[in-house]
Structure formats: C-alpha cells, structure tokens
C-alpha cells in the first residue's frame, strides 16, 4: 500500500551552518521557524498523515482494543492515611481519585479529571498526594499531554476543591509536614538558567509563600539539579532537604526547621545519586558514588560532604539498587535483577527478614503509568508508598497489567489487593548477544504463548537508550495488539541506559554515543540470524530519547529496518539550543554543541545531517503541538529530508498532533492507534489477526466475581 505521493520543499540555497566550527549544509533550516510558511507546509503534511493513519484498515478495532489495554496502565498503589485509603485510577472513561475504608476497596470516586477538561483539551491527573491526617489532597493537572502542571487542593472530608491554584509545579514532588499544617513544593518553568523556586503553602493561609532557591546553587551548571527539585520533610519534621532530581536524585541541601540556614549535603555531581531519607540527623541513601550499581550508606547529614563519616550497610553487588525506604523501623530496599524488580526487608542491622514474593520478571513502581521504563526515584515518584506498618505498590509485568499490593512488615505478609484487569498468554525471555565490542547487549523477546518460531514472524523492537533510565518489563499495555496478533516485542537493554547500573549509562555519553547505536544494531542482527524475523519484518520504534535513537538507526543502516516510528525526536543535535529541555539532555548525555568538542562528537551521529540518498523502510515521524519538552522543528526536519532523499518511494509521513503532548502518544488510544497500526501493517501484522487469549479478564467482572484469576499465582510463597 502507498499512501502517499508528496515531495518536501528543499531551499534551493542551502545554508551554510557552522556550529562550534562543525560546517554543514541545511536545506531545511526554515522549518525550524514558526511562520506562516513553515506552518502551511506542516498542515499539508500532517493532513496527508491523519488521513492515512485513520482510514488505514483495521484502525477502528484497534482503537477499541487499545482503549481497555491503555485504561489499565492509570493505577497507583493506594495511601493509607489515618485509616482512609485514596488512590488515583483509570480506564476508558479518564483519570479519577478514589476514596475507600480498606486497601482493597470499594472504592468510591471523589475527584474526576473529566471534571477540569475544557472543549478540545483533556485534563490529565498527573499526580496526588495526600496529608498524613487524610485530610487533603495535593494533586497537579495538566491539559493536552503539555505538563504544564497546576498545583490545587482537596478537601476531603467536605469534597471541595480549594481556591489554590499554582502554575508551573511540573515534575514536582511535594512534602507534607508530619501534622499536616503544610507542605513544601518547588515550581518554575523549564528554564535551566534560572533553578525552579521552593514553595510553602500553610493550610488556611491564602497564598503559597516563597524561599527563593535561585541563590543555593552553590556551584556547577544549568543542569546541576536536574530538570527540577524533589522536597522531602523527616518523620519528625525537623528536616527539610531538597534534591535535583536528574538521573534519580542527589540529596543536595538542607536545614533544620523550621527556621535553620540552608546548607549543602552532598556536592553536585552529574553522574552519581544518592537518595533515601532521613533518620534522625542523618541519611541513609542509595548511591552510585563509586558504585555503578549502587549501595547503601548511612552519614550525618550535617558532614555528608566528608566521606570519612559515611558508613557502608550494603555493599554493591550484581544487582542495581534502586531505592530504600524506612517501614516499621525496617529498610525496605527495592532494586533490579536483570532488568526485573525485586523487594527485600532487613532489619536495621542489616540482616535480611524476608522477600516479599512478586509474580514473575516485571515492574515494582508507586504508580504504573510509567512502568513500560523506570526512571530511579525520585524522578517517578518512588518504588513504594509507606503506609504506617506496612507498605504498597503497583507491580507490571509483559502479560499482567497493574496489580497493587500491600505487605505488612510485623506480620511478614503480602496482601493482594487489587488483581490485573488483564493477564495476556504471554512468554517473555531475556536473550543476550555481543555488540560490536564484544560486550554482551540484553533485550527482553516477548511473544504469544502459543507463538510458532520455527518461521520468521513480524518483530517490533522498542528502545529509549538514554539518560541513564532502565527500560524494564512492564505491561505490554500499547504493545498488547501487536503481540496479540501474533507477532513479537522486543525491548532493547541497549547501553545509555540503566537496567545494569550507570556504568551502562557512562559507556554510551558524549564521545561515546555511537555505542547505543552499534547495541541496537547488534540487537537486531541477531534477530534476524537466529531466525526470528527478517529486515523487511522488522520494525523499531521509540519515544524521547528512544525517538532519536529511532532517527539514528534509520539514518545509519537504513536497509535494516521494515519500518521505522520515530516520536518526538531530536532529530538536528548540532542545534538543540533552540529548546531548552532539548539543550540540557544534550549537555548531559549528548555532549554540549556550544564547545569544539562537543559539535564535533555530535557531528559524527546526528539524525538529520546523516541523511543520505537511499532506499528507506516507510517512516512515521511524530510529534505534539503541545510538547514542552522537545519542538516539532526536530520531526519537520527530519521527515523534510527523509522524504527528500528516500529513492524507494515508501511511505514517509509527518503526524504532528493538534492537542498532543510528550506523553499522550504512549496513553491516547486515538494516538496509539495511529502509529501502531502504521507499524503492524507495514510489517505484516493486520490488527484483525489479532487473538487476546487472556488467561483472565478481569474486566468482564466485577470486582467480587474473579474466580477466573484463581488458578494463577498472583502471590507465590505467600505466608498467610
């Protein structure tokens, strides 16, 4: 099928581009610009792609398909606050805050996001948390996937929504004081120059009040604390500490409340965490300071700064520690095993008392919205929530969507709480193979229980390869259809991220970037020689971080792929300054365009200049108009040149959405159904071949009435 027939328009005079003395043609350099021009070309463009998308066959019975599938992934573990439990939830009709007497219900909704929805922008709840009495609830919105959050106030015991109402709390992560008379909370827009203020807002006080933190930037760059601030408040609200919150955190100042001088913790640093909690005057903190993988330690906070008084409780191992956490005078310590979670309990002299069992390789999170890839807390919000005694979390895996659950650390007992909606007749299996440099490269094969691989199927390789973020096995969630129909996912553990620790991250930085590349290549040459699928089967695709590394692979070997969907791409690396999300994840992965250095390694991997003529697989490129993170120049660009160059007359489409966001092309079934059935056809796979072969499902019963999930077990070993 050939959808298309439409050329870009090339300026006749290229310009010559000199970036840090790296010369280079640019025929496309006007899309960069939002003028009149540039935004007719890309009206016509995303026309041609919405029609095609849309009309393509199959696409209504995917959207349904995705709508149940993609409503399961809106589930955070509950918060059990003075005998009240409040999570947030979702399905096909939105997000909700839901109020219950028991960890496992019934639940009753008390806040709708459909409730702040305005006429062609959906309200999204992007977070929530409540006071330690129970009795309000912080919660940010956004609207149109731009996360741009506002900052509101519930009242729970009257169910009204406050008059508070505070802009730019983006990627917050507030801290309630233990007696619920306020919290701490830091808000800014995403200007890297400028570190985002700190905010308290006293309850019954009528306006948030500021502590300027723009003058505690003790030293280092723009990207010294990350893409913004997380506030923590100890048990016995006598500290108040603040940590960036770049590749997982770094506990950075502190001071003693409620009226203590700040001072600094730890020194930046732009390649290790340290992140936990405090215990009396001091932290206890999971680090990679001379420990890729991490280990535990333990020192004053006061003189954190001298190593002299740090004290080792776990020392590194083969496992990547992710996060501790203190439950009834226990150290909770949730870490990876070849990319999977795991739970333990020790006590405070370090003896393990018990591993709370999980059912199968999958996702331990706070909330599994963002459980297909884990940032290290405290970025996602944590691996657990504490609940007195006890604590929850949700846990994903390949063929399970959500589950939450609750351990009692006295009684050494897990609880399931809430079952998955869906558990897909899936096998997943981790496979390793040696890159270029003979280093072993992991990636995750999922695929139909029933699956035949004696024959070549059509394979979907996902990949994010970036800032040190581990891509895990989560819910297959956006990707169920595709293995429904037979065909197989593969997530690619490929170095520039973190499932093995952030040595993998080091290895692929800067000057090193071309090693993420050569990991996928090697990932997918071994698909392809050990029978599972062919190049014209096999597809890539990927989102941020994982859109660029989409656009690499394509511009390098392009005759590797059956199609190719690159989202929300950085596309044009030798010109990231004209955004200023997109500059910083430069400077700390990439390497900075400014300097001789930097343009130079640059220059040897970026997408669009390494375009060339070729026989290109078809291509989506997709972008959002309201995505504050990455400007839809790079994916203008990019399909411009593509469509430019390509000599196999394939496909190359430019979807940029109206009202779409960084994030709503992995949520939005409409969004979803787009890019995946653009996938599934170009390789073979037709939605209507599609087959759920659930073990369960959950959803055509009530919450009372799933014996049909009786015969798996949900919690293995459990002690009862």
């Known amino acids: 099928m050939t959808w298309t027939d439409h050329a870009p328009q090339a300026d006749p005079r290229p310009v010559q581009i000199d970036a840090a003395g790296v010369e280079y043609e640019d025929p496309f350099a006007w899309l960069e610009e939002e003028s009149e021009e540039t935004l007719a070309w890309q009206r016509a463009q995303n026309a041609v792609a919405e029609r095609a998308l849309r009309t393509a066959p199959g696409f209504a019975e995917l959207r349904e398909r995705l709508g149940a599938h993609l409503g399961s992934i809106h589930m955070s573990a509950p918060h059990g606050c003075n005998g009240r439990w409040i999570r947030l939830a979702g399905d096909e009709l939105g997000q909700r805050l839901e109020l219950a007497d028991d960890p496992a219900g019934p639940w009753r909704t008390v806040l709708s996001a459909a409730e702040f929805s305005e006429p062609g922008r959906t309200a ?7 006071s330690p009495d129970g009795r309000w609830i912080a919660f940010a919105l956004s609207w ?61 006080g009528a306006e948030p009040s500021r502590d300027v933190l723009r003058d505690l930037r003790l030293h280092g760059g723009p990207a010294d604390m990350g893409i913004g601030y997380t506030t923590q408040v100890s048990a016995d609200g006598r500290w108040l500490t603040v940590a960036g919150n770049g590749n997982g955190g770094r506990v950075r100042l502190a001071r003693r409340l409620p009226e203590g001088e700040w001072f600094e913790v730890l020194e930046c640093s732009a390649e290790t965490r340290a992140y936990g909690f405090v215990d009396g005057d001091d932290y206890v903190a999971v680090t990679s300071e001379e420990a890729p993988r991490g280990r535990l330690v333990r020192f004053p906070l006061a003189s954190g700064r001298d190593r002299a008084t740090w004290t080792e409780l776990l020392p590194e191992s083969d496992e990547v520690l992710v996060s501790v956490d203190l439950v009834a005078g226990h150290y909770v310590v949730c870490s990876m095993a070849d990319a999977a979670a795991r739970v333990r309990v020790y006590d405070q002299s370090m003896t393990l008392v018990d591993e709370p069992p999980l059912p199968g390789r999958g996702v331990v999170a706070e909330h599994a919205r963002g459980a297909t890839y884990k940032v290290f807390p405290p970025a996602d919000g944590g691996s657990l929530i504490v609940c007195g005694d006890a604590f929850t979390f949700t846990f994903t895996a390949p063929g399970l969507s959500p589950a939450t659950y609750l351990y009692d650390v006295p009684a050494r007992e897990l609880r399931l709480v809430e079952p998955p909606r869906h558990m897909l007749d899936v096998v997943d299996e981790l496979r390793r193979t040696p890159a270029a440099d003979g280093t072993e490269v992991a990636y995750t094969l999922v695929r139909r229980g029933d699956a035949d691989l004696s024959q070549p199927r059509p394979t979907l390789i996902h990949g994010f390869g970036g800032l040190g973020i581990a891509f895990v096995p989560g819910y297959l969630g956006k990707l169920a259809p595709f293995v429904e129909a037979g065909g197989i996912v593969v997530l690619a553990h490929v170095r520039g991220g973190g499932e093995f620790g952030e040595r993998q991250w080091w290895e692929a930085r800067g000057e090193r970037r ?5 990991d996928l290549f090697a990932i997918a040459d071994a698909l392809i020689a050990d029978g599972v699928t062919t190049a014209s089967q096999l597809g890539l695709v990927g989102t941020s971080s994982g859109g660029t590394l989409a656009a690499a692979a394509l511009a390098q070997r392009p005759e590797l792929w059956g199609a190719v969907c690159a989202q929300m791409p950085v596309a044009d690396l030798l010109t990231p300054a004209l955004d200023g999300f997109v500059y910083l994840t430069a400077v700390v992965d990439h390497g900075d365009p400014r300097t001789p250095d930097g343009a130079r390694a640059l220059a040897r991997w970026s997408p669009y200049q390494h375009l060339r003529e070729a026989a290109y697989p078809p291509v989506l490129v997709w ?98």
């Not at 999204?124 to 409540?130: A, I, N, R």
């Not at 071309?514 to 050569?518: A, E, I, S």
């Open 623 to 720: 972008a959002g108009e309201d995505d504050t993170r990455q400007g839809v120049w790079h994916a203008r660009k990019l399909a411009a040149r593509l469509q430019q160059l390509d000599r196999a007359g394939s496909d190359i489409l430019l979807r940029v959405r109206a009202r779409g966001g960084h994030l709503s092309v992995d949520t939005d079934p409409d969004e979803v159904a787009e890019w995946l059935g653009f996938l599934m056809l170009k390789l073979g796979l037709g939605p209507e071949e599609a087959d759920c072969r659930a073990v369960g499902d959950a959803e055509a019963t009530g919450p009372a009435e799933r014996s049909d999930l009786s015969s798996v077990d949900l919690v293995p070993n459990c002690r009862n």
């Open 144 to 204: 149109g996937g731009d996360e741009r959050w506002i900052l509101r106030l519930l009242d729970l015991d009257h169910e009204v929504v406050l008059p508070i109402n505070v802009p730019d709390a983006q990627f917050m992560r507030l801290a309630w004081l233990p007696d619920s008379s306020g919290c701490y909370f830091p808000v800014g827009e995403f200007d890297f120059e400028e570190p985002r203020d700190l905010l308290f807002l006293r309850m019954g």
């Open 124 to 130: 999204s709840l992007e977070c929530f948390l409540p």
């Open 514 to 518: 071309q090693t993420t590349f050569d």
